[in-house]
């Protein structure tokens, strides 16, 4: 059972270069998220997607696209990595509607801006 | 504004000891609530979802109850094993969709053999 898979695991980037963390999922869920996690802020929601071909924007949007390819994939893109950027990244899904299901989280993505 | 507050920060107990971990919330228009675990450098695993007509939700050790009146939610872990030892944080969903999580900042426990 995969899950949420998510890529790469890992990642440096210098100032200004651009990446996209790769997202996908295999339970049919048709709500996915991204969110970043910092030591002391907790998880804070950067993009959403509620269904396919459907994106909102979270607490902490600025600075990353998102892309939701189809319903299995949501991708986040750095289009000019800051080092404020430096953070774990984490994909997540689940269905939403009349009876939300449980949230399934990716393992995460390290990414280290120089 | 909803805002999820899990106290204690951290807890150390011994080995078999049953523990119960908190979490508060302020506003009690929640549709559901969720627990999960997460251990050094992975990502989160949920544990248990109670949904808002709910009490409580129970899987092996683990019992989650709510209280959506008081803004309470309590994990309860029997019997803690070192194997327990990890953060735990809940988040409650606050609109229908599940679009809106907020996540608390979790209790991150120590068991001891």
């Known amino acids: 059972n995969a899950g949420v898979t998510q890529t790469p695991k890992f990642q440096v980037l210098k100032t200004g270069q651009s990446m996209t963390l790769q997202c996908a999922q295999d339970?049919?869920?048709?709500?996915m998220y991204w969110y970043r996690q910092d030591p002391g802020m907790g998880l804070r929601l950067i993009y959403y997607?509620?269904?396919?071909?459907?994106?909102d924007k979270g607490e902490v949007p600025n600075g990353y696209n998102v892309s939701r390819l189809n319903k299995r994939e949501f991708s986040l893109r750095l289009e000019s990595a800051a080092p404020s950027q430096t953070s774990v990244y984490f994909c997540?899904?689940?269905?939403?509607?009349?009876?939300?299901?449980?949230?399934?989280f990716g393992e995460g993505s390290r990414l280290t801006v120089l | 504004k909803q805002e999820v507050t899990q106290i204690p920060a951290a807890l150390s107990v011994p080995e078999g000891e049953n523990l119960v971990l908190n979490c508060s919330f302020t506003?009690?228009?929640?549709?559901?609530l969720q627990w999960f675990r997460q251990d050094p450098g992975k990502g989160l695993t949920s544990l248990l979802l109670?949904?808002?007509?709910?009490r409580e939700q129970t899987s092996g050790r683990l019992n989650a109850s709510l209280d959506k009146s008081s803004g309470r939610s309590t994990l309860y872990i029997a019997a803690s094993q070192p194997g327990d030892s990890a953060t735990y944080l809940c988040?409650?969903?606050?609109?229908?969709?599940?679009?809106?999580?907020?996540f608390g900042k979790g209790t991150t426990l120590s068991v001891s053999s």
């Open positions: 997540a899904s689940r269905n939403s509607g009349v009876n939300t299901g449980e949230l399934f």
């Open positions: 339970m049919n869920h048709n709500s």
């Open positions: 997607s509620a269904s396919e071909g459907t994106t």
């Open positions: 506003d009690s228009a929640i549709y559901n």
């Open positions: 109670i949904q808002s007509s709910q």
């Open positions: 988040a409650v969903s606050t609109n229908q969709a599940g679009t809106a999580l907020i």
